[in-house]
Antibody
Framework: QVQLVQSGAEVKKVGDSVKISCTASGYSFSRFYIHWVRQAPGQGLEWMATINPNTGGTSSAQKFQGRVTMSRDTSTSTVHMELGGLRSEDTAVYYC???????????????WGQGTMVTVSS | SSELTQDPTVSVALGQTVKITCQGDSLRRYYASWFQQKPGQAPVLVFYGKDTRPSRIPDRFSGSSSGNTASLTITGAQAEDEADYYCNSRDTTSNLLWVFGGGTKLTVL
């Protein structure tokens, strides 16, 4: 079945960088964009960025530009998201999710990875 | 970027019908998708597009859209439907960006 499996929890210091991986299985990796979404404790979902696994092209929300870097490894069907300049407010669960579309007006994220908890401490 | 607005909390009596709404300019152009999230779990897609429900989702979940408002309706709410619900769509300022609503906490009484 289509599945996304993420790397394990991370504990970082303020100012550090964190790199999270998301490994896809059960489908043609290069055909579907991957999104990154985060959720701070007790807060809602926040879209961060997306990568085209075919070309490596990326796009991110304005608030993360300059701090987020994404890459992909087609040999292992894995995408990586690196967030630099960590602050305490970056403490959150980070999810990857596969993009799907059936037209020019309908998109949806499915499935989602299990989430990776990143804790940033001073 | 554009925003999607949801009521923070909604409640429904067991077995009754509830509608959760999502408003935003981007919904005039793009369909919303809806996610259910229970504590400690990843979000789960429950409805998307004009009228599509994933096969694993009970048929008591349905969706609709009109103007700048998308709605998720649960007909005959069950105790297990108590969860947070989020809407999502593309952002109208750029077709490369996406946005989530703030979420609605549904309580089943």
């Amino acid at each position: 079945q289509v599945q996304l499996v993420q790397s394990g929890a991370e504990v970082k210091k303020v100012g550090d960088s964190v790199k999270i991986s998301c490994t896809a299985s059960g489908y043609s990796f290069s055909r579907f964009y991957i999104h990154w979404v985060r959720q701070a404790p007790g807060q809602g979902l926040e879209w961060m960025a997306t990568i085209n696994p075919n070309t490596g092209g990326t796009s991110s929300a304005q608030k993360f530009q300059g701090r987020v870097t994404m890459s992909r490894d087609t040999s292992t069907s894995t995408v990586h998201m690196e967030l630099g300049g960590l602050r305490s407010e970056d403490t959150a669960v980070y999810y990857c999710a596969r993009d799907n579309s059936d037209s020019t007006s309908s998109w949806w994220f499915d499935p989602w990875g299990q989430g990776t908890m990143v804790t940033v401490s001073s | 970027s554009s925003e999607l607005t949801q009521d923070p909390t909604v409640s429904v009596a067991l077995g009754q019908t509830v509608k959760i709404t999502c408003q935003g300019d981007s919904l005039r152009r793009y369909y919303a998708s809806w996610f259910q999230q229970k504590p400690g779990q990843a979000p789960v897609l429950v409805f998307y597009g004009k009228d599509t429900r994933p096969s694993r989702i009970p048929d008591r979940f349905s969706g609709s859209s009109s103007g700048n408002t998308a709605s998720l309706t649960i007909t005959g709410a069950q105790a297990e439907d108590e969860a947070d619900y989020y809407c999502n769509s593309r952002d109208t300022t750029s077709n490369l960006l996406w946005v989530f609503g703030g979420g609605t906490k549904l309580t089943v009484l």
